[in-house]
């Protein structure tokens, strides 16, 4: 194993430790006990969540003649999110470390990568977007001008996603000669990205509705931890606390374990809902720990499986043609 990864999983696991004690074991122990039938349920909708999320970047990467095996990309996953969620650098590191972690060359695999997660990212920009518009509701002021901003923000979404032309492109030519590098190679995936949509709508169409369906699993780990509380369920308090959790969640993702963030968030989310806001905490930490086990599991898989990550792991099919016809 290169001296570099072995750094990098050491690294990690002292972030791991680290988040572990500044949280306090006696406190994730307390609130477990009230949460233990709960957990068992989110972890196995995070199981789920994570097979469905290697299944769609499975056929995102095929789409551009990569193939992947599932189980390869179940790991490098782990790793990648576990480094993003123990470092200050979040999705900085955690997307351009899933492509290194492929060992698959060139654009396709950046621009496949890319769509996958671009998806996944719209679909829980829309969970926050409903939850959003469901806070008016709950709190009994359902005004027009109330959710407005929430269904105009939801068209600007789709706008800029469904476009033909790509929107970075027109940035770089307004600012000429004065665009900077990494502007220009941002536009170039952009394009590429938006170029694969067009050419096969089905691939992305059947993408966003498993992204959906992932955020449906998120959203039902609410409603699991209301279930075990023994606390009213409203669909439309189920929404407003996951939009509440989610917003903050991708806004703190430079916090090391987005630690207090996801604590506070719950805990206002509850608060905005009509609930106790302290019981709130059940479902931060609920969370805290299925985060923890995952970024336990990455850390292990990278410190294990870095060396056999090759690209024998991973082939383009036009390769594998070329070799078939000269009979190797």
Not at 193 to 218: D, E, K
Request: net charge positive.
């Amino acid at each position: 194993m290169k001296r570099i990864q072995l750094i990098i999983a050491f690294a990690a696991l002292a972030l791991f430790a680290w988040a572990i004690a500044h949280l306090g074991l006696a406190t994730i122990v307390a609130q477990l006990k009230a949460m233990r039938v709960a957990l068992p349920i989110v972890m196995a909708l995070s199981a789920l969540r994570l097979f469905l999320q290697s299944t769609t970047w499975s056929a995102s990467l095929k789409g551009g003649n990569v193939a992947v095996n599932t189980r390869t990309l179940i790991g490098v996953r782990l790793a990648s999110q576990s480094m993003g969620y123990l470092t200050v650098l979040g999705p900085v590191i955690s997307e351009p470390m899933k492509i290194k972690l492929l060992g698959t060359a060139g654009e396709p695999t950046i621009a496949a990568t890319f769509l996958d997660t671009g998806v996944y990212w719209f679909t829980s920009a829309l969970v926050v977007i409903s939850g959003v518009v469901c806070l008016p509701i709950i709190a009994g002021r359902g005004a027009a001008y109330h959710w407005a901003p929430g269904v105009l923000a939801l068209a600007f979404a789709v706008f800029a996603i469904t476009r033909r032309s790509p929107i970075l492109a027109g940035v770089a030519r307004a600012l000429g000669s004065r665009a900077p590098s990494w502007l220009s190679r941002a536009e170039q995936f952009e394009r590429s990205i938006r170029t694969y949509r067009l050419q096969q709508p089905a691939l992305v169409s059947r993408m966003f509705w498993i992204g959906a369906t992932c955020q449906l699993l998120i959203a039902s780990e609410v409603l699991v931890v209301l279930w075990a509380l023994h606390l009213p369920i409203h669909f439309f308090a189920v929404m407003a606390i996951e939009g509440v959790t989610r917003s903050l969640k991708l806004a703190s993702g430079w916090v090391p374990a987005r630690v207090g963030f996801d604590e506070g968030g719950a805990i206002s989310a509850f608060a905005v809902a009509g609930l106790s806001p302290m019981n709130g905490l059940g479902l931060a930490l609920t969370r805290r720990v299925r985060d923890l086990l995952w970024a336990l599991m990455g850390i292990i898989w990278l410190a294990w499986n870095t060396r056999g990550l090759r690209p024998r792991h991973a082939i383009t099919f036009e390769h594998s043609s070329n070799s078939f016809e000269r009979g190797i």
